[in-house]
């Protein structure tokens, strides 16, 4: 065993002093956590997570579409988008008046594939 004083001042007993040394030469940024968990933030709402899994399963959809598709109305599902496309999560390709919003990339794909499999697997479980 190993002690270690913390931040706060107190001393800590390691059990794993190894252990604990890689995890805090590996431990991301705190910019990178900050943006790990604004984008987990992001995909926390039921809204915007019905608009991503039905961006997921159409490919391309408008505004007008989205709204129809996941029963909310056409304002919600535009703020939910601003937000959205802020992030770069999603993307929108301009045709004449209208915009149709796609997910932005592969990442986000298999984010929402993993996300949706684990949910089920947690279900199940239960």
């Known amino acids: 065993m190993s002690?270690?004083?913390?931040l706060d001042g107190c001393v800590q007993r390691l059990v794993h002093p190894h252990k604990v040394a890689m995890v805090r030469g590996q431990t991301p940024t705190a910019s990178e956590i900050d943006r790990?968990?604004?984008l987990f933030k992001l995909l926390g709402d039921p809204t915007?997570?019905?608009?991503?899994?039905a961006l997921l399963e159409a490919g391309e959809l408008c505004v007008c579409d989205l709204a129809a598709a996941t029963g909310a109305a056409e304002t919600t599902v535009s703020q939910a988008l601003r937000l959205l496309k802020a992030s770069g999560v999603v993307a929108g390709r301009r045709d004449g008046r209208n915009v149709f919003y796609r997910l932005s990339d592969?990442?986000?794909?298999m984010l929402l594939d993993?996300?949706?499999?684990h949910a089920a697997h947690e279900g199940a479980s239960r």
Do not use: D, K, W
């Not at 592969?106 to 794909?109: F, G, L, P, Q, S």
């Open 114 to 117: 993993i996300t949706r499999e």
């Open 48 to 53: 915007r997570a019905r608009l991503l899994y």
């Open 3 to 6: 002690e270690v004083q913390g």
């Open 106 to 109: 592969a990442h986000v794909r």
């Open 36 to 38: 790990v968990s604004g």
